[in-house]
């Protein structure tokens, strides 16, 4: 197929400039940090690209000299370092909550997270021509990205959406977590008879809103049915069968609190939830990891097939005289995967202690690396990449890594046996995150006629500013907030799912305590779903079931389940409301951005208040005044719904 670029492949513009370069790192550290928090948070991570290609062209505009192509590289760097980000909270904060790290050691996190995403980087080179110009994928989220750069006059008008949904996201995160003007979580349970329990309760955050906004009524309606399974209906039934006092003194044998007396109505879900019922998502997860990878398998060997023939033929032909056509050449490549083995292999060493076993895995690592680069490089052409399954291929990762140290080795405890799952699992995780990613990318630059090879440096710069600034959020927020489960120090942890969910999966094949009746449970479930789905598919149905996006409702607490639903709802009213409206696509983008914005101030602000925490500044609460206090911040999140409701209807209407 014949393909013309936006820019002429004769054609030469900046690309690489010191400014492009300077906002480009700044976006990355921004977006990646962002990211963490709000990944940890929540459980989901969101794609930087358009946000990213939006400010870039809104502070580009102040130079009087710019270019399509300089945007399209800054948003590159961005996107590089928040997907990178997604990489290192899926999996390294396992290590801090397993115990096994008091903190997160800052040499160890740079070394796994840069190598991992250069890595990504590096296996993304011989996919590129097989698999966005040879079999032209569709890569929906890269071509998106490339129509916002190329509509770049509105780039500097549209920029104000995504300020209005910073500033707002900050404001209410100063208001409920530094000021404590209302409750974070708007909360309700009753237990009748000793055995009837009901359970509502809705996280007032606008961010997770905004991400059920940005991935719409499908996945946000199946993240909900998963909590909905958990709380309105496993967790009825354990309760009514047991009965209230039965479930008080397990939770008392267990250690989740002192007294029987102590349970309550009100706190009896939580720590059920905490204890037992959240590994009903384990159970799924390694079912919907295990059926991504047999779903996938043709999909699988069409990429592996795809990578394998690009590394025969040596990548591009660097006398090729189109400028569209050149890549990083095939041997700096290989040397490149070279030297990132060096410091993995190190670190790998440190807790295998066998030069042997080490090299084996650091070997493993690197196949089962460059095997997932490829599955997420080909998905993200298919699906996009937030809908890549990276917590499936990387929960396989982790499961086969166990299972094969538990044979090789004996390990010093089952926690170190567990952390070198995990560590392996880490930089595959990375290197998917970020080959599906930059493929995105990729797929933009191929659009608007950008050089392959710049923008293969560029994903690069991104990775290692993101990891060079990522340990430093990450143990602010460990500090201020704590990770994993909330506990009497830390009663607003955030909760880690993905980096609890590869801790359980690590630690159970070395024979940590695991409640296996609910994995097995939940994998029951989750093969049911799988059913499920496969039916719709064959009737041809517009909805879907994918098992993942059930299984991380199944792990996640209600609260974010309920408010990711709500934006989910949002998104489907604004779209049937402004169906065939003048300015839909503009009302679209303004709402995306809306949205991204509100995600991104809310998580800059939590960094900033958890840096205020660590340096000394402590939190303070006014006067508790009843209704107001309890529900005054439903009313103001019902006040931002509406805001972005009525701005996004305005839009499409608006004659322009």
Known sequence: ???????????????????????????????????????????????????????SMAVLKMFKTSNILENNLVQTAASAGESLAAGVIFTIPALVIMGYWQEFNYLETVAISLCGGILGVLFTIPLRKALIVEEQLKFPEGVATAEVLKTGEEGGKAVKYLIYGAVIGAIFKVGASALGLWNEIFEKAALMQQKVYLYFSLNLSPALVAVGYIVGLNVS??????????????????????????????????????????????????????????????GSMVVGGL?????????????????????????????????????????????????????????????????????????????????????????????????????????????????????????DGATSGAAAAILIGAVVCCAAAIAGDNMQDLKAGYVLGATPRKQQLMQMIGVVAGALAIPFVLNALLQAYGMGAPTAENPNALAAPQASLMQSVAEGIFGAGLPWDMVYIGAAIGIAIILVDQYLKKIGSDFRMPILAVAVGLYLPFELDSSIFVGGVLAWILSRSTKGALNKDLADNAGLLLASGLITGEALMGIIIAIAIVSGFQQFAPLDISMIYSYGGLLLLSGIVLFMYFTVKKIAKRKE
Not at 21 to 31: A, D, H, K, R, T
Not at 234 to 251: K, N, Q, R, T
């Open 1 to 55: 197929m014949d393909h013309k670029p936006y820019v002429d492949a004769g054609t030469h513009l900046p690309e690489i400039t010191l400014k492009a370069v300077v906002l480009g790192v700044i976006l990355s550290v921004v977006m990646s940090a962002a990211n963490a928090y709000f990944g940890l948070f929540a459980g989901l991570t969101v794609s930087a690209s358009i946000p990213a290609a939006v400010i």
């Open 221 to 282: 309606t199946l993240v909900f049915l998963g909590g909905v399974i958990t709380w309105w209906v496993a967790m009825p039934i354990y309760i009514g069968s047991m009965g209230f006092d039965s479930v008080a003194a397990e939770l008392v044998a267990i250690g989740r609190f002192a007294t029987v007396e102590d349970v309550t109505a009100h706190n009896i879900g939580g720590a059920l939830w905490s204890a037992k019922l959240r590994y009903l998502g384990v």
């Open 291 to 411: 059926w991504a990878l047999i779903s996938l398998r043709r999909s699988l060997a069409s990429a592996i097939r795809s990578g394998v023939a690009a590394f025969k033929k040596g990548g591009s032909n660097m006398k090729d005289t189109l400028r569209t056509d050149i890549d990083t050449p095939m041997s700096w490549v290989i040397l490149g995967v070279g030297i990132m083995i060096v410091p993995i292999f190190i670190v790998y060493l440190s807790i295998i202690q066998s030069v042997t076993i080490t090299l084996f895995m650091a070997l493993i690592m690197v196949i089962f690396g460059f095997l997932f680069s490829a599955v997420a490089g080909y998905m993200a052409g298919l699906v996009g990449s937030s809908n890549n399954p990276i917590s499936g291929v990387t929960i396989a990762t982790i499961l086969s890594s166990a299972l094969i140290l538990s044979t090789l080795m004996t390990v």
